[in-house]
């Protein structure tokens, strides 16, 4: 193809009458004049080019270079370091026997040793748990908690064409009714709303129908709602019809049910709880109704897998398995709280759980728990997960693993030192967390939960006047919620009641309402002591920034006000007005106490000298602690004692310095092994000997037959050596054969010089990749340093080291005879070389690893004289070309041809915009007087006509 000789990268703009005048051809003409600056501008973005590739394949040699440097003379790969003995020294153990595990390192010798016997493989000292670790699931039903969802309000939506109304009912309002007065009232609920007349409900083969009216027959009847309530009419959501809506099931109340679910090894189910008077039940109440039909439900689900059991006395439920089955029972659902159980709890224990939720067999004692296990103390709370209690333990230093078998239901404790003469050491010093899991005696001290007010009381009298609008802050859970009360419509001030009315209901819409409709936080107003009081998951404070705020502090609320409780919270905001509780042999009388501190002198005074009260005020928890006495008992004698002990303390019943439940414990032992005759005993089952390492399967010939051995050879492992050797003799070749082409390369780059942008534009890409292959050919051809580079690691390999006994080509490596392959190297005699490996190791060791001469030292240092990077003595190819992304990637001598080269550029291109402008200002100057030539012709040429 034909390419322009001017076609050039730059361009410069025309500015101009382009001959409108003289008729002349000034664009070609400025262009004809400007093609010498052109050229040049050219020529130097053809030499810049070239330099460019030129430090492409520059660096691609050294890229090389390195990975050949990195794969072979490198100590990060010992397998194929040829500069290191090791790589020389390479054995291997031969065996025959599934009792041990055997393997040679570099320091084994030649040789044969005989394991006559495995008496015994060495073991860990470890104790597992006997005692009942987990519980059966047990709680107290609460009626009014199911009777709760029994008075939810379900709304269904209603629409014929485009009319709607919304009706709502709650399942105890309908409870008793037949279908047909469910329906009935129904249609007394849709009389109260905008469909009047244009739909009513009716019952067709028992199931409920939507059915249009008279003139609303062709309109669309569409029926949406709560899922529960869709569910108790039989429809599906978002049902329609032209029409009418039917549907799908028969009315029924007992979808509107809380439901449980319940998993049995596995298998999930979900349950519906019900409290209708079935047969069987040990008594008419509503508890005992519920029991029985859960136990009927679970039955039906299950069979006779899980075991459900009801006492009368305390209304309390057991859900169980049979003994000794081993089977996991889990419950689940957010409803599982009416039968007193929290979501997640098992027979079993569930690791991801808070330790709070776990259903220990013996409960957990308090919420900070501190403990020793071979003399290093660790901590944990009743908010960590027992996994990672487990995982605290195993990465401390007390050097044991503990596990939890589900099959056996129990913990273990196994040392992490194997041998005998090991044990381990566990003692509570707060809390009983040891206890729960190994039966380890309780400690003498239990701190009980964070004590939380259900109120904050403000800490000033209301003031508020003058307010017309203000911010009310409060942080909840511990995020900011702000609270802007606008100004009124009549421009007056707030009451505080009208403050605090606003504030409700923009709290109700951020936080909601419990099951009872309560909302969960509120402000409450008495004279002019404002409260803020929540509900049991939410906890409020306020904080310095919040107390800055203008209605904040009109209500009285200050910096670092909380729930925490303090000496003068009252007892009954703390949710304890009543209960018994025994202290050792004395009992306190909640009902007598009012405030906090009265509540922690009666305690004192119960415990007398057997330990003390202490009250964090940071916290908000309280401690008995140091109690000296054995056995000593903190108990709630009523519910409402139990009640009070569970919320503060985790636990209706507390037991300090409890005895011990013993362990099974199972001792270590040492490994007994005979070798050659010799009695050995180690601590662990992986051990070396001379150089083996050796790993205890199992027992072996423990009667001592002199028939039975295991025999081990110990031998250079010449085949693994000679393929070490033979994979860099490939690699070699394939770096010279590389390196000569390129310095052998045809010099075609004179004949096909690098292509203008101007010039790419008139070829096809694969015109282009053929042309710039030949325009990087030669480029480097009989290049200096690759040359000596060459030539420099030939001549290494075939001299014989002054250190060495022989050379390359003695034993087997020579050159090939084709002289086309330009110094590749051959193994020539495959025999021969390994026959050197095996009877001359240490001669062949020293021809490439002596550190002055050896060949594999000699051809490192070379690599290193080229590609070498350093920035104070890099190799001759890295100081010339540079590493990408290294350094000295702007530093070398090619990039600093390359700047000299775009400085050149750069002063071309303001000599060609220079040229440029005054040539089109020359001819824009020739063509406005050859215009004002024309004008004077032709005025003389009218003159004389």
Do not use: C
Not at 209 to 231: L, P
Request: without cysteine.
């Amino acid at each position: 193809m034909a390419i322009s000789p001017f076609a050039t990268g730059y361009s410069a703009s025309s500015r101009g009458l382009s001959g409108l005048v003289s008729g002349m051809d000034t664009q070609s003409m400025v262009e004809k004049m400007l093609s010498g600056t052109k050229a040049k501008i050219d020529k130097q973005n053809s030499i810049k080019q070239q330099l460019l590739w030129k430090q492409d394949i520059y660096r691609d040699v050294i890229s090389n270079l390195r990975n050949f440097q990195l794969n072979f003379f490198s100590f990060s790969k010992p397998e194929s370091n040829l500069i290191s003995s090791s790589f020389f020294n390479n054995m291997s153990a031969v065996y025959k026997s599934d009792a041990v595990k055997i393997s040679a390192t570099n320091d084994a010798a030649t040789g044969k040793f005989t394991i006559d016997n495995i008496k015994q493989l060495a073991t860990a000292y470890k104790e597992e748990s006997t005692h009942q670790v987990t519980a059966n699931l047990s709680g107290v039903i609460d009626s009014n908690v199911f009777n709760e969802f029994k008075n939810i309000k379900h709304e269904v939506t209603i629409q014929v064409g485009s009319t709607s109304g919304t009706i709502s009912f709650t399942a105890n309002e309908f409870a008793g009714k037949t279908s047909q007065e469910i329906v009935d009232s129904i249609n007394s609920r849709i009389v109260a709303t905008g469909l009047n007349g244009k739909v009513a409900a009716s019952l067709v083969d028992g199931k409920l129908v939507f059915q249009a009216q008279a003139g609303y027959e062709k309109e669309t009847v569409q029926v949406d709602g709560s899922a529960e309530g869709m569910e108790v009419l039989g429809l599906k959501n978002n049902q329609f019809g032209t029409g009418s809506v039917s549907a799908i099931n028969k009315i029924d109340l007992s979808k509107a049910n809380p439901k449980i679910n319940i998993v049995l090894d596995g298998v999930e189910k979900t349950i519906v709880l019900s409290d209708e008077v079935v047969a069987g039940a040990v008594e008419n109440t509503k508890e005992a109704y519920i029991a029985k039909n859960l136990e009927n439900s679970i039955k039906e689900a299950f069979g006779n897998g899980i075991t459900v059991s009801f006492n009368t006395t305390d209304k309390s439920i057991e859900i169980g398995t049979i003994a000794g089955e081993g089977r996991q029972v889990t419950i689940g659902g957010s409803n599982s709280s009416i039968l007193g159980l929290k979501s997640g709890q098992s027979n079993k224990i569930n690791l991801n759980m808070r330790l709070a939720d776990i259903n220990f067999g013996q409960q957990l004692q308090g919420s900070t728990y501190r403990f020793t296990i071979n003399g290093t103390t660790l901590e944990a709370s009743s908010n960590d997960t027992l996994s990672s209690v487990i995982n605290r333990i195993n990465s401390s230093q007390a050097g044991v693993t503990v596990s939890y078998s589900s099959l056996k239901n129990s913990f273990t404790i196994e040392s992490k030192t194997m041998g005998a003469g090991i044990g381990i050491e566990m003692k509570n010093d707060v809390g009983n967390l040891l206890s729960s899991m190994f039966g380890v005696g309780s400690s003498g001290s239990a701190v009980s939960m964070a004590l939380k007010n259900e109120k904050i009381y403000a800490e000033n009298a209301t003031a508020f006047t003058d307010i017309k609008s203000g911010d009310f802050k409060v942080t909840v859970n511990g995020t900011a919620v702000a609270i802007s009360l606008p100004e009124k419509t009549d421009k007056t001030d707030y009451t505080a009641q009208e403050a605090v009315d606003y504030i409700n209901a923009e709290l109700e819409k951020r936080a909601g309402v419990d099951a009872n409709g309560n909302a969960n936080i509120k402000l409450g107003l008495n004279g002019s002591q404002v409260t803020l009081t929540a509900s049991k998951g939410y906890n409020v404070e306020f904080s310095a920034e919040n107390a800055g705020s203008s209605i904040t502090t009109a209500l009285g609320f200050t910096a670092d006000q909380n729930q925490r409780a303090t000496d003068t919270t009252l007892m009954s905001d703390l949710g304890m007005t009543s209960g018994i509780i025994q202290i050792g042999t004395q009992t306190i009388d909640l009902s007598s106490y009012t405030t906090f501190a009265d509540f922690k002198a009666g305690l004192t005074a119960a415990l007398g000298s057997n330990g003390t009260i202490v009250f964090d005020e940071n916290m908000g928890t309280l401690g008995i602690m140091s109690v000296s006495a054995s056995n000593f008992s903190v108990t709630g004698t009523d519910a409402a004692g139990k009640a009070a002990m569970e919320k503060l303390f985790g636990s209706g019943s507390m037991e300090f310095n409890s005895t011990a439940v013993a362990t099974a414990k199972a001792a270590g032992q040492n490994a007994v092994l005979s070798v050659n005759g010799t009695e050995i005993v180690r601590n662990s089952n992986n051990f070396t000997i001379d150089g083996l390492n050796i790993e205890l399967l199992q027992e072996f010939n423990k009667t001592g037959d002199v028939t039975q051995k295991i025999d081990v050879n110990t031998t250079r492992n010449t085949e693994q050596i000679y393929k070490g050797i033979e994979s860099f003799v490939a690699e070699y070749n394939k770096l010279i054969e590389k390196l000569n082409g390129l310095i052998d390369a045809p010099a075609d780059y004179k004949q096909y010089p690098p292509l203008t942008a101007e010039q790419k534009k008139e070829m096809s890409e694969k015109e282009i990749e053929l042309w710039e292959e030949k325009a990087k050919s030669g480029l480097v051809r009989k290049d200096d340093i690759i040359s000596g580079l060459l030539s420099d690691m030939r001549m290494s390999l075939y001299q014989k080291p002054d250190s060495a006994s022989m050379a390359l080509y003695e034993i087997g490596i020579t050159t090939s005879t084709n002289w086309k392959d330009k110094g590749q190297l051959v193994i020539s005699d495959p025999e021969a070389f390994k026959f050197a490996l095996a009877s001359n190791p240490e001669q062949v060791q020293e021809l490439f690893t002596n550190a002055e001469n050896g060949l594999a030292k000699q051809l490192n240092n070379i690599i290193d004289k080229t590609a070498k990077a350093s920035s104070g003595s890099p190799g001759s190819l890295v100081a010339l070309a540079g590493i990408k992304g290294a350094q000295f990637d702007k530093t070398s001598s090619l990039d600093k041809q390359l700047k000299s080269i775009d400085d050149r550029i750069s002063n071309l291109k303001r000599t060609y915009e220079k040229e440029h402008a005054r040539y089109w200002k020359q001819f824009n100057a020739m063509e406005k007087m050859v215009a004002s030539m024309n004008q004077q012709s032709s005025w003389l040429s009218q003159q004389f006509s």
